[in-house]
């Protein structure tokens, strides 16, 4: 577990299902199921985190959903509580991710974005990732386009910014 700011990061579980979903659901238009996050929280090829506020680090206010591919770690869904955004709380996430993928030396980073979604693109391009494509009409609620970005992985002996 790392702190910055009384905002813990720990792995997910299923018994924050009930949390995942209100933020998933006040997040997205079309959000993933229950059964979607189930899935993805046991698998072990996936790298689920959370970001966590409050005494004990009771309250979840942001997660992470990253499932690895052969080239890369695909960031599947990232979302915060509305009441915590545009406080760091995504970068903190991604970071996180980062630091516990940076000794897999043959996996970038992938993601899909809303092309409407400037505030993101811009924290992703922060963080390094640049577009390399866009797939058209791949959001199912109004068949707004992707941009599909992607980060390299780290070279060997990098080191990562904090």
Same mark, same amino acid.
Request: net charge neutral; aromatic share 10%.
């Given at each position: 577990?790392?702190?910055?700011?009384?905002?813990?990061?720990?792995?997910?579980?299923?018994?924050?299902?009930?949390?995942?979903?209100?933020?998933?659901?006040?997040?997205?238009?079309?959000?993933?199921?229950?059964?979607?996050?189930?899935?993805?929280?046991?698998?072990?090829?996936?790298?689920?985190?959370?970001?966590?506020?409050?005494?004990?680090?009771?309250?979840?206010?942001?997660?992470?959903?990253?499932?690895?591919?052969?080239?890369?770690?695909?960031?599947?869904?990232?979302?915060?509580? %509305? /009441?915590? +955004? &545009?406080?760091?709380?995504?970068?903190?996430?991604? @970071? #996180? !991710?980062?630091?516990?993928?940076?000794?897999?030396?043959?996996?970038?980073?992938?993601?899909?974005?809303?092309?409407?979604?400037?505030?993101?693109?811009?924290?992703?391009?922060?963080?390094?990732?640049?577009? %390399? /494509?866009? +797939? &058209?009409?791949?959001?199912?609620?109004?068949?707004? @386009? #992707? !941009?599909?970005?992607?980060?390299?992985?780290?070279?060997?002996?990098?080191?990562?910014?904090?």
């Amino acid at each position: 577990m790392t702190s910055t700011d009384a905002i813990s990061v720990a792995e997910l579980g299923v018994d924050q299902l009930d949390e995942i979903e209100r933020i998933e659901r006040d997040s997205y238009p079309t959000p993933w199921s229950r059964k979607m996050f189930a899935s993805e929280l046991v698998k072990r090829s996936s790298i689920c985190i959370g970001a966590f506020r409050g005494e004990c680090a009771s309250t979840l206010v942001g997660y992470l959903v990253t499932s690895r591919y052969v080239d890369a770690w695909h960031i599947m869904n990232v979302a915060v509580d %509305r /009441g915590h +955004r &545009r406080q760091g709380i995504a970068e903190l996430l991604l @970071d #996180a !991710l980062f630091a516990r993928t940076q000794a897999d030396p043959l996996r970038g980073y992938t993601l899909e974005v809303r092309v409407s979604n400037a505030g993101a693109i811009y924290l992703y391009h922060g963080l390094g990732f640049t577009p %390399r /494509g866009r +797939r &058209r009409g791949y959001y199912t609620d109004n068949r707004e @386009d #992707a !941009l599909v970005m992607w980060r390299d992985p780290p070279r060997p002996g990098q080191v990562l910014d904090d």
